[in-house]
């Protein structure tokens, strides 16, 4: 089955951009979509289709996604901002959803 | 506002069974396809299953196939999950979440508060 790989952690100070990736075997030709999930609540859509944000997510947070890797970016990165990611592609050939392994995002 | 809200869950014995509902308002639910996602104690996300919006296509994790079934009632704007032969592994919050109009599961806009299943022996 398909495998997505995301780094366990990433830390960022305030300001800074944060860069979250997920990688899996040419998933380009995949449309990769990112949730955010805080201690204690459920997940929120932040990227659909590899770079679309829906309405309410800031303009700092976009996406890519090319060769075999999907990238979530997060510029101007706020202490709110402090949450774990996950990335979120569906196999055509297993028919199957997958989701990475979830990467948490530390602001110093 | 779109809002969904699972119920059912609770403290099962291993081999029990449990019936999960997701309630959804706020928007046309029939146009829809739906999803249930578990995230077990101190884990990631793993998605369990989908259910299109006629409903056309099913599909289920390798993990809870032939133990799990979905469905979902249009006219009552409710999704459902069956859960026979419960493992200790099952024990997670299921959480029920609104995907696209298409064929096959696309990106997940809503989600609920999710549901605590706890398997116990």
């Known amino acids: 089955s398909y495998v997505l790989t995301q780094p366990p952690s990433v830390s960022v100070a305030p300001g800074e951009t944060a860069r979250i990736t997920c990688g899996g075997n040419?998933?380009?030709?995949?449309?990769v979509h990112w949730s955010q999930q805080k201690p204690g609540q459920a997940p929120v859509l932040v990227i659909s289709?590899?770079?679309n944000r829906p309405s309410g997510i800031p303009e700092r947070f976009s996406g890519s996604n090319s060769g075999n890797t999907a990238t979530l970016t997060i510029s101007r990165v706020e202490a709110g901002d402090e949450a774990d990611y996950y990335c979120?592609?569906?196999?055509?050939?297993?028919?199957?959803?997958?989701f990475g392994g979830g990467t948490k995002l530390t602001v110093l | 506002e779109v809002q969904l809200l699972e119920s059912g869950g609770g403290l099962v014995k291993t081999g029990g069974s449990l019936r999960l509902s997701c309630a959804a308002s706020?928007?046309?639910?029939?146009?829809?396809?739906m999803n249930w996602v578990r995230q077990a104690p101190g884990k990631g996300l793993e998605w369990v299953s989908s259910?299109?919006?006629?409903?056309?296509?099913?599909y289920y994790a390798d993990s809870v196939k032939g133990r799990f079934t979905i469905s979902r009632d249009n006219a009552k704007n409710s999704l459902y999950l069956q859960m026979d032969s419960l493992r200790a592994e099952d024990t997670a919050v299921y959480y029920c979440?609104?995907?696209?109009?298409?064929?096959?599961?696309?990106?997940?806009?809503?989600w609920g508060q999710g549901t605590l299943v706890a398997v116990s022996s």
């Open positions: 979440a609104r995907g696209g109009s298409g064929s096959y599961p696309d990106d997940f806009d809503y």
């Open positions: 706020g928007f046309t639910f029939s146009t829809h396809s």
């Open positions: 259910i299109t919006s006629s409903p056309t296509y099913i």
């Open positions: 040419n998933i380009g030709s995949k449309s």
């Open positions: 289709y590899d770079g």
């Open positions: 979120q592609v569906w196999d055509s050939s297993f028919n199957q959803v997958v």
